[in-house]
């Protein structure tokens, strides 16, 4: 069926402007074909659309196909599609693995693998150093490396920031993580600090995931970008349960809750005294993988650029597993890109019939979402249009599928003068706009936007807020939630015919309509002062 998204036609009743922008134009978002897209991408023919891969390819000709369709443009090469060098490592699932004098079973207590072109890892009593969070933040005056050594050592380490254990200490950002809570932040320094390797405790609760994604997300192979000169690595990254940690502390006649109790209060480095043994193969391969970038060009600014990013790669398939094997990732990317199909649909519908906006949007659908935000990363360090160009990014990550929402989210709200925008739109819904209720996942840090925002490119995530718009909507919410429970990078995460999708279709209004009112306007957006990067695009004092 069709869906005539109510607050458009009343924008066009009460013909609503906004400084720099022209009124707004009634559009229809066609559920039939948002829903198709979804059931077609994360079909178990896709095979759960892991890069380089037979699914990669299925997903690319798709999606090619369908922005070919609407008569968006290639980019500027020629082609619709950005080559990504990529490497995937493989660890044998036959691994050895003893700390403390512990043997520990992989997958089961613990999870290593190595981003090394190396046939063999070999690391044999390795000493075992824990670090607190394994942080290194001089704006925070926090250094847990601070003289410390770790040449041929192993770094123990929490995740998340100090700021989780303490919300009302005034350490870092309370609540709400920083990058320095994510883990891979956490591989990054125990890198630059010349560590041998760097095992996370994982605990579910700052992780915001149970150990169980560990399992699914950290096994098999993992991609990374095939870089000419690539960063220091250390040879082994893992994690461990909580359980094992506990166990590796006892050994070490340490109490690992007193630990953890030590490290949220200051800086602090703890030799364990024990030592850690990791055996494995390893195997690597190279190939490519590919972002696809399609672009309407702007009727006045052409040059200046409107993104919309989402991944289109999901965790593929896993043949050790009994019975289903693939991850469909339907809610885990494909509704995501189906919603992108969806807004440049709109884009050329609105263009053919003289509403083009005077900037260009340009849809950048992304590979290796899922190995740590790469197909985005590749874009902003090798972007085909220029940074200084990008006006902003929208980003569409796991759509809502429970139904209409009173609230609209804004994912690290308080970042960017480009959430005006997403604000203005919302509100002509009558939509309340909120900040996300769990900050303490870091869920800024953790999709492809911040791989933008980490070059000063106002880059925004949004998705529905969290109260039914009604009775009957809140009963259906509270059914499905309990269908689709841990259903994230699992094999049910599949397309269900059921899903309420009028959510989220308002919310792919609110990013079209958002999107509309920048692209007709002559405002630069940039970063509130006080966030981290306001330096970068200080804001530009944008009202409304």
């Known amino acids: 069926m069709r869906l005539l998204v109510p607050f458009c036609t009343l924008a066009l009743l009460a013909g609503c402007t906004h400084e720099n922008g022209d009124a707004a134009v009634g559009f229809h978002f066609d559920e039939q074909l948002f829903r198709q897209d979804i059931e077609t991408l994360s079909s178990d023919a896709f095979e759960g659309r892991a890069p380089t891969t037979h699914g990669e390819k299925m997903t690319l000709d ?37 700390l403390a004098g512990l043997p520990l079973k992989y997958r089961q207590d613990v999870v290593f693998s190595s981003h090394h072109d190396v046939k063999q890892i070999d690391i044999e009593n390795a000493p075992l150093v824990f670090v607190g969070y394994g942080i290194n933040a001089p704006e925070y005056g926090w250094n847990d490396y601070q003289g410390l050594n770790m040449q041929g050592k192993i770094a123990v380490i929490l995740v998340n920031d100090p700021g989780f254990a303490g919300p009302t200490s005034g350490k870092f950002n309370g609540k709400a993580m920083t990058y320095y809570g994510r883990w891979t932040y956490k591989y990054e320094e125990a890198s630059r600090q010349g560590a041998l390797g760097a095992i996370i405790i994982h605990q579910t609760e700052p992780a915001s995931y149970p150990w169980a994604v560990v399992q699914h997300s950290w096994t098999g192979p993992q991609q990374d970008l095939a870089e000419a000169n690539p960063q220091p690595r250390v040879a082994v990254e893992g994690w461990m349960t909580l359980d094992a940690a506990k166990a590796v502390f006892a050994a070490s006649g340490l ?19 024990q030592t850690a043994t990791i055996k494995f193969a390893n195997n690597a391969e190279y190939g490519e993988s590919y ?18 990013t989402g991944h289109w790669d999901h965790l593929g398939k896993d043949d050790s597993l009994a019975g289903d094997k693939i991850f469909n990732g339907a809610m885990d990317n494909a509704s995501g890109v189906s919603g992108m199909l969806a807004i440049a649909r709109q884009f050329v519908a609105a263009a053919k019939a003289g509403h083009g906006i005077k900037r260009s949007v340009t849809f950048v659908v992304t590979t290796g979402e899922e190995q740590g935000l790469l197909g985005s990363r590749y874009y902003a360090d090798h972007p085909l249009y220029p940074l200084k160009n990008t006006i902003g990014v929208f ?150």
């Open 62 to 98: 798709y999606l090619v196909s369908a922005f070919k369709s609407m008569g968006l443009q290639p980019g500027p090469a020629g082609s619709y599609l950005q080559k990504v060098p990529m490497v995937s490592y493989t660890a044998s699932e036959q691994q050895q693995i003893t």
């Open 255 to 273: 109490e690992l809750q007193a630990a953890l109790d030590r490290a949220a209060h200051g800086p602090m480095q703890l030799p364990l005294e």
């Open 291 to 308: 972002n696809v970038i399609a672009n309407l060009p702007g009727t006045a600014k052409a040059d200046e650029h409107i993104l919309f």
């Open 395 to 544: 980003n569409l990550d796991s759509t809502n599928v429970y139904g209409r929402t009173k609230d609209f989210t804004i994912v690290g709200k308080g970042k960017s003068e480009l959430e005006l925008y997403l604000t203005a739109a919302a509100t002509l819904q009558q939509r309340q706009v909120n900040a996300e209720q769990h900050p303490e996942s870091g869920g800024y840090f953790r999709s492809d936007h911040f791989s933008f925002a980490k070059y000063g490119v106002p880059a925004v995530f949004g998705s529905s807020g969290q109260e039914p718009i009604d009775e009957a909507t809140a009963k259906y919410k509270e059914q499905m939630q309990k269908r689709m429970k841990g259903c994230y990078h699992n094999v049910c995460d599949e397309y269900q015919a059921d899903w309420d999708l009028s959510g989220a279709l308002e919310d792919l209004a609110v990013y079209y309509q958002a999107a509309t009112m920048l692209g007709n306007s002559n405002a630069r957006p940039g970063y509130y002062e006080g966030t981290e990067f306001y330096s970068l695009r200080p804001a530009a004092h944008i009202k409304l």
